[in-house]
Nanobody, 123 residues
Framework: QVQLVESGGGSVQAGGSLRLSCAAS????????GYWVRQVPGKGLEWVST???????SYAETVKGRFTISEDNAKNTLYLQMDGLKPEDTAMYYC?????????????????WGQGTQVTVSS
């Protein structure tokens, strides 16, 4: 059974940090590009970060320098270290996997999609 299970969300004050984890089962994350995207109610998906199969990392301008994507192939887990959090980072965060670089518009653009973890940043 294929699953992506996110954890690590929560409520923090501005300037704080959180580390999101995304444990995969039923497939190997290393065979896919790993994505973090976020969504606030009433708005579309916002791409946050991607790590390619080769380990190349890319970030949205809004999070560059504050967030770090990584993966542990031995644990088949994707991570997102979030530092310097701002109230505008408040959203539901989802991890996902795709066989290549994509511009995500909806969850079905991905091959695999997690259930999400809520991040709330207060000022």
């Amino acid at each position: 059974q294929v699953q992506l299970v996110e954890s690590g969300g929560g409520s923090v004050q501005a300037g704080g940090s959180l580390r999101l984890s995304c444990a995969a089962s039923g497939f190997l994350f290393s065979n896919y590009w790993g994505y973090w995207v976020r969504q606030v109610p009433g708005k579309g998906l916002e791409w946050v970060s991607t790590i390619s199969r080769g380990g190349a990392r890319s970030y949205a301008e809004t999070v560059k320098g504050r967030f770090t994507i990584s993966e542990d192939n031995a644990k088949n887990t994707l991570y997102l270290q979030m530092d310097g959090l701002k109230p505008e980072d408040t959203a539901m965060y989802y991890c996902a996997a795709a066989p290549r670089w994509i511009v995500p518009l909806k969850s079905t653009d991905f091959t695999y999609w997690g259930q999400g973890t809520q991040v709330t940043v207060s000022s």
